[in-house]
């Protein structure tokens, strides 16, 4: 399964990157997640509680970074185990730009898939599941920035 988003972030590209790596930001934006940390210097744990129509599975795993360029871009990989429901991975690449000198275009593109019983549930729900947390996410992103000072109006279209 292939998702992408287009963003504004009414933030400067540097403070959206230092954001993107800040565990307690990343806790407050993604949609029930109950643990992020730091595991190593570029490979974070991760406990997400997935909304999957009829079951609500605890993926645990791994999230790496790789392709580094600070402030510009990097791939973020993983995978997790959703217990008796099997394994779920993927990868995004994530590009910054300057939209202007207060706002950041922020582009992704990720893929993904599972196995066992998850499939079972249906692309579909799979799918829509999936993009709802990608959303979720870029929304939670834009008004954690803006409660916690980084820009005095921070919001997020979809240009």
């Not at 993926?59 to 429901?85: A, Q």
Request: net charge neutral; hydrophobic share 45%.
């Amino acid at each position: 399964m292939d998702f992408g988003g287009h963003y504004i972030i009414a933030a400067p590209r540097h403070e959206v990157w230092a954001a993107l790596n800040d565990t307690a930001m990343l806790k407050a934006a993604i949609p029930g997640c109950h643990k992020i940390e730091w595991s190593s210097e570029k490979t974070l744990d991760l406990e997400i509680k997935v909304n999957l129509g009829v079951v609500h599975p605890l993926f645990r795993g791994e999230l790496s970074l790789s392709n580094v360029m600070p402030s510009k871009s990097y791939t973020l990989s993983g995978r997790g185990k959703g217990g008796l429901l099997g394994l779920a991975e993927g990868a995004a690449d994530i590009v910054l730009s300057d939209a202007d000198e207060h706002k950041t275009d922020l582009i992704f593109t990720a893929r993904g898939g599972a196995s066992g019983q998850i499939m079972r549930l249906g692309k579909a729900i799979i799918g829509n599941s999936a993009q709802k947390v990608i959303d979720g996410f870029f929304e939670r992103f834009a008004a954690a920035m803006g409660a916690q000072g980084h820009a005095p109006a921070a919001g997020l279209t979809h240009p």
